[in-house]
């Protein structure tokens, strides 16, 4: 995870977004999960929040499509970091949408401890190049570190597919069948890691001990 900057609400939220959801509320309080499906109103702005953070999802910091087969699970949705369930009043509110892969959006479920990327510090995730995991950085402290252990298992960002696509894309830079420009657009996180770490420098040295 990196951290992400909150973006403005588009022009058109307010009357899409806000205030229909604010009269269903207003009649509904409470609204049960099939009462909220028939009164999506924050897939109006899905668009908007898609192009705001350029494609790229909240939680595993890679480039997602904007749609794709209804019955796959790999394409964007809206995340609603706070629960609606839990929190019925922010269900229309734009600061509480987070875009969101839909496998790692049901990975979520309704878990209200999970670290918020609005919140993070870009020092707080790192990335093992030899294991192709995400751990909780070093510097951090430990009841800290507890809490990212904790995201990145609940999301389940170390377990397939989100580690075998790790292991690809990361296969492909070092074999220049991705240029680092291409790998910064669609994985920051893994190009902030590439970056910090020196991974050309290692990869080419760990390259000639194997082959010298």
């Not at 480039?63 to 929190?87: G, M």
């Not at 919140?119 to 751990?135: A, M, N, V």
Request: proline residues 8%.
């Amino acid at each position: 995870m990196i951290p992400v900057t909150a973006a403005p609400p588009p022009p058109n939220y307010e009357y899409r977004v806000r205030q229909p959801g604010e009269q269903f509320l207003a009649q509904v309080p409470a609204p049960s999960n099939t009462q909220f499906r028939q009164y999506n109103y924050w897939s109006r702005v899905h668009t908007d929040l898609y192009a705001a953070h350029s494609g790229i999802c909240a939680y595993c910091a890679s480039w997602i499509p904007r749609a794709t087969n209804p019955a796959a699970n790999y394409h964007s949705s809206v995340d609603h970091f706070l629960p609606k369930s839990q929190f019925p009043k922010l269900a229309y509110d734009w600061t509480n949408f987070r875009l969101a892969r839909k496998d790692i959006n049901e990975n979520k479920g309704e878990d209200c401890e999970i670290i918020d990327p609005f919140q993070i510090q870009d020092t707080w995730f790192e990335l093992d190049f030899y294991s192709y995991r995400i751990k909780a950085s070093a510097q951090t402290h430990a009841i800290l570190q507890r809490r990212i252990k904790y995201t990145i298992q609940v999301l389940r960002l170390n377990e397939s597919p989100f580690i075998d696509e790790r292991t690809s894309v990361i296969g492909d830079y070092a074999h220049e069948r991705m240029s680092f420009a291409d790998l910064e657009h669609l994985y920051p996180f893994i190009a902030k890691e590439v970056k910090r770490q020196s991974f050309d420098k290692i990869f080419k040295e760990d390259t000639k001990a194997v082959n010298p």
